[in-house]
């Protein structure tokens, strides 16, 4: 157990290193606006209701 606490770290400097070894970090990309944020969750909750609707559909008929 010991051993794999001691790879979290190098793993997670991996990732931010970037999975293609150029050196691109996660940190380079801008933080997603509020509106943006807000505009994903509404079309989430509205696949997932269609999603939801299809199978109703299918189950009840």
Known sequence: MGRSLSLTPSISHA?????????ATRG?????????????DILGLAI???MLAAHALTKFT
């Not at 990732?15 to 050196?23: A, I, V, W």
């Not at 990309?29 to 509020?34: K, R």
């Open 15 to 23: 990732l931010d290193r970037g999975l293609d070894g150029s050196g």
């Open 28 to 40: 380079t990309q801008p933080a997603p606006l509020p509106g943006q944020r807000f505009g994903a």
């Open 48 to 50: 997932f209701l269609v």
